[in-house]
């Protein structure tokens, strides 16, 4: 069983940064596959950025490419997601979750390849 708990979300303006953390618990945290996910109102629940279970590989989806950075600290079983020149169109819930592999490969951006859930992080930017 992971638990996940996601913090950092704020109120913030266009061109802001933010660094969202997720701390995990449980043993094989280190070996599993981490992604971040957002939801806006009325829309799906869509794929931000994924990391490997050693950190070495991570993706990203188009949308935020060049402008958020996902990492982890195994040693504090914790996921990050940077978030630089914030747009108004990020204003969303910001979920994290884990996989139980060490990478996803072409599945990282599907919710169903992810088997534990954070309970999300409002994040709202102002234009």
């Known amino acids: 069983q992971v638990q996940l708990v996601e913090s950092g979300g704020a109120l913030v303006q266009a061109g802001d940064s933010l660094r969202l953390s997720c701390a995990a618990s449980?043993?094989?945290?280190?070996?599993?596959?981490m992604g971040w996910f957002r939801q806006a109102p009325g829309k799906e629940r869509e794929f931000v950025a994924g990391?490997?279970?050693?950190?070495?590989?991570?993706d990203y989806s188009d949308s935020v490419k060049g402008r958020f950075t996902i990492s982890r600290d195994n040693a504090k079983n914790t996921v990050y997601l940077q978030m630089s020149s914030l747009k108004p169109e990020d204003t969303a819930v910001y979920y994290c979750?884990?996989?139980?592999?060490?990478?996803?490969?072409?599945?990282?951006?599907?919710?169903?390849?992810?088997?534990?859930w954070g309970q999300g992080t409002q994040v709202t930017v102002s234009s």
């Open positions: 979750a884990s996989s139980s592999r060490w990478w996803l490969a072409s599945q990282v951006t599907k919710t169903d390849a992810y088997a534990y």
């Open positions: 449980g043993r094989t945290f280190s070996t599993n596959a």
């Open positions: 990391i490997s279970g050693g950190g070495g590989t991570t």
